[in-house]
């Protein structure tokens, strides 16, 4: 009996010697393949009776490797079994659509590898393994050492040695602890690919079924002929005693017997016409419950990225509370000492500290956004001078005798009028306004924009009142807008 070949596709090396070991006890030989590319590679030169495949390996997984064995006229043949740790209905129903045979577990019972080996054709009915190959190295296995591997493998082209291949092994473990995403990243590409591997596997079986049942119909003639046809002896010579119109009557009326021929074909063709109309309907059946199944899971990862958008949207909402209240504190709190005075700058040594303050905090916490700054005139009751301007007038002033109700700067929104030469001097050369990357606005508004934050009550009369209210509105405040 010629000797039966296996190749075993895993990316595992204890996993490929412990698979050779089992099936060397059935005197099979065993070739290796690391990875999916290396196997198509050596199929491209060699033929083997049955190949053992692992789900999970770098660069093609075992599925798509199979999809590509069966794809090829050359190779669809060849079973394909998947050797693998994964389980489920799922996996093997996909398995066997893809056009595995079915999936043998790593941890196999020699009874179960047996039987499986009997199906394949493997191994005869009655064989049996030519000894418990496996007591050392399970022992070696158990022990925790790491089993010798051959220094060459042969194959039926001479000698090679497999190479592993560097392999992250936290891949495998993230494969494994989550197998509802490992379908679910199969999605409608799988679905594409099941069903024309099912069209394919179709109209094979279907041409199939046909061609057995034509070679059974042309057997079941050939007998028929054979048990109705008389001996050429006898054909011419009739049996003595016997009268030769008694001699034809005995072989039966030749119209009958082309009936009955003419009737098989047609029972034949009856009997595969139920066959495919059945097989169609189971076909149909499993396409459809495949078809089922992953639309549940498409309807289950839409669901989890609802919900984790909806989640990070809620996220972004609490962050965002969080971040306007804090930036409300530290607006408040900049925001406590406003006030400037009548002839003063509003913008002064003083605003340049805090200004710098303010942003090298913002930087360290990694804002991004504007700082503003802004100048708010307050409403004064001012005297006039003797060589031009206004001052302010004598506190026991009535307000009809104030020279002017405002501020000399109610018209103007320029800048450069409010502020220091020593502010003005920050503002170009400090990094923290230029490089940064947090942008600085000052403000000059004019009376119209300007906002009070007190206004005079109606019963004060005097200048001192009134200019003590439009003291408190004279002021700089700070606003801080991130960017949204």
Request: one cysteine or more; a negative charge.
């Amino acid at each position: 009996m010629t000797a039966k070949r296996a190749l075993v596709v895993d990316d595992s090396r204890s996993a490929r010697i412990s698979l050779q070991r089992l099936l060397e006890q059935y005197h099979i030989a065993v070739d290796f393949a690391e990875s999916g590319e290396e196997a198509l590679d050596y199929l491209k030169h060699h033929l083997v009776d049955a190949i053992f495949m692992d789900h999970t390996m770098p660069g093609m997984d075992g599925l798509e490797t199979v999809v590509a064995i069966k794809s090829n006229p050359r190779t669809a043949t060849i079973p394909v079994m998947m050797y693998t740790a994964k389980e489920g209905e799922v996996y093997v129903s996909q398995a066997r659509a893809l056009g595995a045979l079915g999936v043998l577990p790593k941890q196999v019972q020699p009874g179960v590898l047996l039987e499986m080996l009997r199906k394949l054709g493997l191994v005869e009915a009655d064989a049996a393994p030519a000894g418990d190959a496996m007591q050392p190295f399970q022992a070696m296995e158990a022990a925790g050492a790491d089993p010798v591997v051959p220094r060459a493998v042969r194959s039926a082209a001479g000698e090679r040695n497999p190479q592993r291949t560097s392999y992250n092994s936290a891949d495998k473990s993230a494969d494994a602890a989550d197998p509802d995403y490992d379908q679910q990243a199969l999605g409608a590409s799988v679905q594409s690919v099941i069903r024309k591997v099912l069209s394919e596997q179709h109209l094979q079986l279907r041409s199939d079924i046909l061609s057995a049942h034509r070679e059974f119909a042309r057997q079941v003639a050939h007998e028929i002929l054979a048990r109705e046809r008389p001996p050429a002896a006898a054909s011419t010579v009739a049996p003595a005693g016997v009268p030769e119109g008694a001699a034809h009557a005995a072989s039966g009326p030749r119209p009958q017997r082309l009936g009955w021929l003419l009737a098989i074909p047609i029972l034949v063709l009856v009997l595969l016409y139920g066959l495919s109309f059945q097989e169609r309907a189971t076909l149909r059946e499993e396409t459809a419950r495949l078809g089922t199944q992953l639309d549940g899971r498409d309807r289950e990862l839409e669901a989890l990225r609802t919900a984790r958008r909806n989640d990070l949207d809620a996220e972004r909402a609490e962050a965002d509370d969080r971040s306007g209240a804090l930036i409300g504190a530290l607006e408040w709190a900049l925001n406590q000492d406003p006030r400037v005075g009548y002839d003063e700058a509003a913008f002064d040594d003083r605003r340049a500290v805090e200004l710098d303050a303010l942003l090298g905090r913002l930087v360290a916490a990694g804002f991004r956004g504007t700082v503003r700054i802004e100048s708010h005139l307050g409403e004064f009751c001012l005297a006039s001078e003797a060589g031009g301007g206004y001052r302010l007038a004598a506190p026991d002033t009535a307000l009809d005798g104030c020279a002017l109700l405002g501020h000399p700067f109610d018209q103007s929104t320029f800048v450069e009028e409010r502020m220091s030469a020593s502010f003005a001097s920050y503002l170009l050369r400090s990094p923290l306004v230029n490089e940064s990357g947090i942008d600085v606005e000052v403000v000059a508004l004019d009376r119209d924009a300007s906002q009070p934050l007190e206004d005079a009550p109606a019963s004060v009369t005097s200048a001192g009142e009134w200019n003590e209210i439009a003291a408190r509105n004279h002021r700089v405040r700070f606003a801080i807008l991130p960017v949204r």
